[in-house]
């Protein structure tokens, strides 16, 4: 389960039970303590009809005359003995949780089977069970006890008893007072529940975005993975002939050894990277290692120089660099003229579209082309500054219309390709770049030339 769901399911049960905590005070008491509370709010004397000891009516109007002008609040209670259950037994414990039902200060006194406890809100500590105590200990009698408390009580808060009632509150006051209480209290949870809910979405949105950029990141490197499992592979294979040709031709064995210092630094790049915009230095890597591969297999095979550097083919780069420009037909927008190797330019010579290098993207695997914006640096790494133009009208081409996050943005030669010291060394040295130009069926061609090869030996 999503962090942030799991979280949600325990603030929102919690949320609620606030509420009705809010609205109905501590429910979860106890059976007598809930129905002394609750005739408290209404008659400062509550006596319970199977309470024994009990008050006589005319002791209770007594008592409750004296309670009305009383000058502190005191809430008298009369229950049974089974309501010492609902606190261990303990009848000022009873006491204090009736006066936490009930929610308003004052000084409560319960008598439970003739057990008296007291608490109090406006006393010290202490006292209104003192008090109790010994005003039960000099009076026997119930009601005499507990009229000796009321006025102990009195004494300790300094306060002169009323020689009147309070005036009662005007028809409808009192429903008013508890009904702004009730408005009070729904408005309060309203706003609490509004902030956890607010704080859960952003959290949420906050996850959800974190998931999409790790899923994203994990998409392109699977790729950049693809690509150096294929170099390593295709070196593995060259390295075979090499080794008998060794001394015969070193020139070869240099490239080669390039080549292999390339994917180092690709792999290296590759476990360091964090983002979808590290990919780009790997691409950019991979793309000199390829070229130092062809170069190495064509003077092992050919001997002479190495070809002239051009731009990795586009339809799959993997095939390592191109031989000259082809016109390409998108499924949809304007042909244009793309890089292409050897095998892909015969294909197209013969009328048959070469197949795309495909990508998983989603569910889904999909031509690198018509990839989501977080492909950009790892196609814009081979390509550098002409990596928009070659794929323009494409997803991936709106995404690198203001460049690629990762890379120089840098114009380079003919396909804005990065100077060759960039992508050997990663020192990007404007001056390290060669343009030549080359006819091709396509129209006229720019194309970057490595500047540590004798490159009027290597044309062709």
């Avoid at 303590?33 to 002791?59: C, E, H, I, K």
């Avoid at 999909?366 to 002409?386: K, L, N």
């Avoid at 390709?417 to 080359?438: N, Q």
Wanted: proline share 8%.
């Amino acid at each position: 389960m999503p962090r942030g769901v799991s979280r949600a399911a325990l603030v929102l049960p919690a949320l609620a039970g606030l509420v009705l905590c809010l609205l109905a005070g501590p429910a979860w008491a106890g059976p007598w303590v809930d129905r002394a509370a609750g005739s408290l709010r209404d008659d400062p004397l509550y006596v319970n009809p199977s309470a024994r000891p009990t008050l006589s009516p005319p002791d209770q109007e007594a008592i409750r005359a004296r309670l009305a002008v009383v000058g502190t609040p005191v809430f008298v209670a009369i229950l049974p003995g089974q309501a010492l259950g609902e606190a261990g037994g303990d009848a000022n414990r009873l006491a204090t949780l009736v006066a936490a039902s009930v929610g308003r200060p004052g000084t409560y006194l319960v008598v439970a089977g003739g057990e008296e406890g007291a608490g109090s809100g406006t006393l010290a500590q202490g006292q209104a069970a003192a008090r109790a105590k010994v005003a039960f200990q000099q009076h026997p009698e119930l009601a005499a006890a507990t009229m000796d408390f009321i006025g102990r009580v009195e004494d300790a808060a300094g306060t002169a008893p009323a020689t009147t009632a309070p005036p009662a509150p005007p028809p409808g006051q009192q429903d008013a007072d508890g009904n702004t209480v009730l408005v009070v209290v729904l408005a309060v949870a309203g706003v609490v529940a509004l902030g956890v809910l607010l704080a859960l979405g952003l959290e949420n949105r906050s996850e959800r975005r974190s998931i999409r950029s790790t899923t994203q990141f994990a998409e392109v490197k699977a790729t950049s993975q693809e690509d150096l499992d294929a170099l390593a592979d295709d070196l593995g294979n060259l390295n075979v002939n090499l080794q008998a040709a060794e001394a015969d031709n070193p020139r070869a064995v240099h490239q080669y050894t390039r080549a292999y210092e390339s994917l180092e630094r690709a792999s290296q790049a590759f476990e360091q990277a964090r983002s979808p915009a590290d990919l780009a230095q790997v691409s950019s890597a991979l793309e000199s290692g390829r070229f130092s591969m062809a170069a190495a297999r064509a003077m092992f095979e050919r001997g002479g120089n190495p070809p002239r550097r051009r731009p990795p083919c586009f339809f799959d780069t993997r095939h390592g660099p191109s031989v000259n420009d082809v016109g390409w037909e998108p499924p949809y927008g304007p042909p244009r003229p793309v890089p292409a190797c050897q095998a892909c330019m015969r294909q197209i010579a013969s009328g048959v579209q070469p197949q795309p290098r495909r990508v998983r993207a989603g569910l889904r695997r999909v031509p690198f082309y018509e990839a989501p914006a977080h492909f950009e640096s790892w196609f814009g790494g081979y390509f550098g500054g002409a990596a928009a133009d070659l794929v323009a009208g494409f997803p991936l081409g709106n995404a690198l219309d203001d460049g690629f996050v990762g890379g120089r943005h840098s114009s380079g030669g003919g396909y804005g390709y990065l100077p060759v010291s960039y992508a050997d060394t990663g020192v990007l040295d404007s001056g390290g770049a060669i343009t030549g130009e080359r006819e091709s069926d396509s129209g006229t061609i720019t194309i970057q030339e490595d500047p540590d090869e004798d490159q009027s030996a290597g044309a062709r």
